[in-house]
Every structure is written in structure tokens, then in C-alpha cells.
């Protein structure tokens, strides 16, 4: 401890380009040794400014690289966002401002570069780069698989004496409260990953008696995020995500009435563009309570669609029912004929136009959960599940609940006498 009281003396309170002195919540998550570390929860806690100061700490050192970044770059060029502050403090220091390529170079050679991830391929402009740090502000704000691929540019050469860091910054709510929940609240301990909750009265920099006055003009979900830094506040969802229960593949009964249901969309990514995904989910029914064995989830063309259906439904057997959703007008027939004819013959596969809006025909599955009648057979698709029903119906993306919905609604419907809704052991 004493070591790295000294090096955080060196390298922050003696910093030349840090120009704030750090509070003693802001210090704790500065002294952190792990390598994912998320810092904040409430609003006003100066959760920007650690960032900053973490990203600077090291630049004395030679090759020393680091990457902040916002959702958008407006965000980051907003006044008194990152960009702006790093001005603030850095314009007339000895460090060079680019400012086409938004990147800090210092007399050592080190490199901070402001970033932006608007789109889920914008990830891909960094595919090249390696950080010794990355240091994403308002972590709710990006998507888990732009985290994740974050996580691939931490590098550093062998005996390089400065730390990888993935250390984000975040209030709870966005598009991505529920994985940052998942990671760093509920199983972050777990995995070694650090959370330092900080709220407005950490702060003296601040005036809190306004903040706090305009924090009390919010809606009361959003004033319990921002100014308690509650996690669990959360408004309109019909999921939550511990109403499933994770149960092994030995643990599921016998015998059971399965259906494998789809909900399409025959689209590739492209840069800007984050389209809807396909999904199959293959889902039983006994006594009232549902088992999801599988989710398939993808983006593809209409062919790579097409061929994939196809390998599930031979993985799956010839004695599975398959339904899939049935579009609108006549497109959707002929989709469906399609399948019928070309992809599946000989299987029993069966189109629906569902109707109702998505919140409706996910009512009886919300209910399910809730009652705790929905079982989720362990497999590697169980967190971006999870992720997309707590986010429905406000999330980007809905399809693994359609899919979800429309096996559940089709099980109640069909399934053999015995094994539906009417037989519910309490």
C-alpha cells in the first residue's frame, strides 16, 4: 500500500497536467489495481475529472497510449465534457493538441486520444489499435459487445510498468444499465471487477444545493438513478432479469413439448447501421412452467439466414415444430412459402401473422417470468438475453422477446393435453 501511495503521489498529486485535486472518493477509485473499474452510479460526483485523471497518470512514460471515449462526438465535444476539459487543463501545458485527429502527443512520446463509438461498427476504426488504457465516460450509454471488443485493444508490451485499464464512468439508466449492472453490480466481485459508488456529496467542486434542486425536478425514476445512484430504479420494463431462473440441462424434465420459433430480419451490419437481428428460440412447455433450451441470434443476409435456419432445424430434428413469424402483406407469404418449399421441406414448419402490438404478445411470457414459471437451460446466450428484456420495450433491439413471445404464445395454444397452461402445479 505504501508503494502505491507513492506512485499515486507521482504520478497525480505532482502531475503537472492535472489541474483539480482529487476528492477522496475520486482518489479510491484512482488507487484501484484491477483492471475493469467503474466509478460513479449518482450524478455530480465528478466522475469526468477521474477519468481525465486516470488517462494522464502515466504519460511521463514513454509508448504509454490511452483512449477516452463518449457514445457520440457530440457528447465529447459538448462544453465542459472531456474534450473541453482536457483543453482546459492541457492547452498550455508542453503537451500537442491535434486537432483532426483529437489526440493529446506529450514531450515523453505518450499519447490520450478522444474517441467516439455512434454506431456499433464505429468499433471497428480502432480493429488496429492497442491502449495501455481505455476509459469509456457514461458506460450505460454504449452496448456490451462495443465494451467487450474495447477489452481486445487493452495491450502492452512485456515489463511495461504501467497497468491495463478498462475504468468507465457511469449514472445508472440508458441503453446500457442492465449489462454494467450485471457486470460490475451483481457479479462483479465475482470476477475481480471493481465498483466505487460515488454520489453528489463527494463532490465539493460542485454546487449541490442547485444540482440537487434540479435533480428534484426529474421524474421520480430518473431522480432515484441520478441522485441515489440506485441501480435497481428502473421504469416501464416488463422484464426483470431475476424473475428467470438458470438451471442445467440434467435439471429439465423429460418428455417435454418443445417448438422452435422465429422472428426474421435478413440484414448484414453496415458502418452506421445497427439493423434488427434474427432469432430462434427454441422453447418447452410442462405443467405451466417454460424451458428456453436455445436463442439463436444473428445478422445476415437473406441466403446466410436461410442456410442457417436450415443447419438449426437439422441440429434440431425432424420431430421439432418450427414456427416463424409472418410479415406483413403479401411479402410475408411469400417469405413464408418460401421457407415452406425451398428451405424446410419435409419439416413441420408453420407461419403465423401474429397480431397485437409486441407489448401484448408479450404479455403472457412477462407474466410467466414474473410468476416464476420460465426457465433458462444454461448456455452462452443467457446474458444478451437477459440484457435485451430488461431494456424491452425501450431497447434497441426486441427480437429475442418476439421470438420468445411467439414460442410462449404458440405453446399455450398447442401444446398436448397435459402439458399447457391448465395444469399448473402450485
Not at 432515484?224 to 445512484?229: A, N, R, Y
Amino acid at each position: 500500500m505504501q508503494l502505491k501511495r507513492e506512485i499515486f503521489k507521482r504520478t497525480i498529486l505532482e502531475n503537472p497536467y492535472i489541474k483539480q485535486k482529487p476528492t477522496p472518493k475520486q482518489t479510491l477509485f484512482l488507487l484501484q489495481d484491477a483492471i475493469e473499474v467503474l466509478f460513479g452510479g449518482a450524478a455530480g460526483p465528478g466522475k469526468s475529472s477521474a477519468l481525465l485523471m486516470a488517462a494522464l497518470q502515466y504519460v511521463e512514460i514513454p509508448h504509454y497510449s490511452a483512449l477516452i471515449l463518449r457514445r457520440t462526438y457530440r457528447d465529447l465535444a459538448l462544453p465542459g465534457a472531456l474534450m473541453d476539459r482536457s483543453k482546459e487543463w492541457l492547452m498550455d501545458s508542453d503537451a500537442r493538441w491535434n486537432e483532426i485527429q483529437h489526440c493529446w502527443t506529450f514531450p515523453s512520446g505518450a499519447k490520450l486520444q478522444m474517441g467516439y463509438l455512434e454506431s456499433e461498427t464505429d468499433k471497428y476504426r480502432y480493429q488496429g489499435a492497442e491502449f495501455i488504457g481505455i476509459f469509456p465516460d457514461e458506460e450505460t450509454q454504449f452496448t456490451e459487445t462495443q465494451y467487450t471488443y474495447l477489452a481486445s485493444r487493452l495491450r502492452r508490451p512485456e515489463g511495461f510498468p504501467v497497468p491495463l485499464r478498462l475504468w468507465g464512468a457511469s449514472n445508472p439508466g440508458g441503453l446500457g444499465h442492465a449489462w454494467v449492472k450485471q457486470r460490475f453490480i451483481v457479479e462483479g466481485e465475482k470476477y475481480s471487477r471493481v465498483f466505487i459508488p460515488a454520489k453528489l456529496q463527494d463532490n465539493p467542486h460542485i454546487d449541490q444545493v442547485t444540482y440537487t434542486k434540479n435533480l428534484q425536478k426529474l421524474d421520480a425514476t430518473t431522480r432515484k438513478q441520478l441522485l441515489e445512484g440506485s441501480w435497481d430504479a428502473v421504469a416501464g420494463k416488463m422484464f426483470n432479469r431475476t424473475w428467470f431462473k438458470i438451471i442445467e440441462k440434467s435439471q429439465v424434465p423429460s418428455e417435454i413439448f418443445k417448438v422452435r420459433y422465429w422472428d426474421l430480419a435478413s440484414t448484414e451490419p453496415a458502418k452506421g447501421k445497427d439493423p434488427d437481428w434474427s432469432a430462434g428460440a427454441k422453447i418447452g412447455i410442462l405443467n405451466g412452467q417454460y424451458y428456453i433450451f436455445d436463442l439463436q441470434h444473428f445478422q445476415k443476409t437473406p441466403k446466410g439466414t436461410a442456410d442457417k435456419i436450415r443447419d438449426i432445424a437439422v441440429l434440431d430434428g425432424r420431430e421439432q415444430e418450427i414456427w416463424m413469424e409472418e410479415e406483413g402483406g403479401s411479402s410475408g407469404k411469400i417469405a413464408a412459402d418460401y421457407y415452406a418449399r425451398e428451405i424446410l421441406p419435409g419439416y413441420m414448419f408453420r407461419s403465423e401473422r401474429p397480431t397485437g402490438s409486441k407489448e401484448v404478445r408479450a404479455g403472457p411470457f412477462s407474466t410467466a417470468a414474473e410468476n416464476g414459471n420460465v426457465f433458462l437451460v444454461r448456455g452462452d446466450w443467457i446474458n444478451a438475453f437477459l440484457n435485451e428484456a430488461e431494456a424491452f420495450p425501450e431497447g434497441e433491439h426486441d427480437d429475442q422477446i418476439d421470438a420468445c413471445s411467439g414460442a410462449v404464445n404458440i405453446l399455450n395454444s398447442s401444446a398436448p393435453p397435459g402439458k399447457g397452461v391448465g395444469f399448473i402445479k402450485h
